[in-house]
């Protein structure tokens, strides 16, 4: 069973820093390319960032660019998203989302064959 279990959420004012991490269990985690996705209040969801199966490509939406950086360990089959500069905007839930390994990194969630529970992030103004 495909586990992808997101954590490191919380609430945290104007500016402040958070890092996610997500622990992936029940396939292959080192053939698999590895995304953060989120999802505001009444709003659809928004690819931020994506990294490949060996960690060295990333790329990353313009609205988090130079504020967000995602990295892996696969000896602990774990993707994390350090969130640095935090704005209100950023509030969201925040999943992590996997697919087999590509020759070019997916830019839309729905390209992403595994979803896991989100962590909520909230930044206050």
């Known amino acids: 069973e495909v586990q992808l279990q997101a954590s490191g959420g919380g609430l945290v004012h104007f500016g402040g820093s958070l890092r996610l991490s997500c622990a992936a269990s029940?396939?292959?985690?080192?053939?698999?390319?590895m995304a953060w996705l989120r999802q505001g209040p009444g709003e659809g969801v928004d690819w931020v960032a994506a990294?490949?199966?060996?960690?060295?490509?990333?790329a990353y939406a313009d609205s988090v660019k130079g504020r967000f950086t995602i990295s892996r360990d696969n000896a602990k089959n774990t993707v994390y998203l350090q969130m640095n500069s935090l704005k209100p905007e950023d509030s969201s839930v925040y999943y992590c989302?996997?697919?087999?390994?590509?020759?070019?990194?997916?830019?839309?969630?729905?390209?992403?064959?595994?979803w896991g529970q989100g962590t909520q992030v909230t930044v206050s103004s």
């Open positions: 990294i490949n199966s060996r960690g060295g490509i990333t």
């Open positions: 029940g396939f292959a985690f080192s053939s698999y390319d």
């Open positions: 989302a996997a697919v087999p390994g590509r020759s070019a990194l997916a830019t839309v969630a729905q390209e992403y064959d595994y």
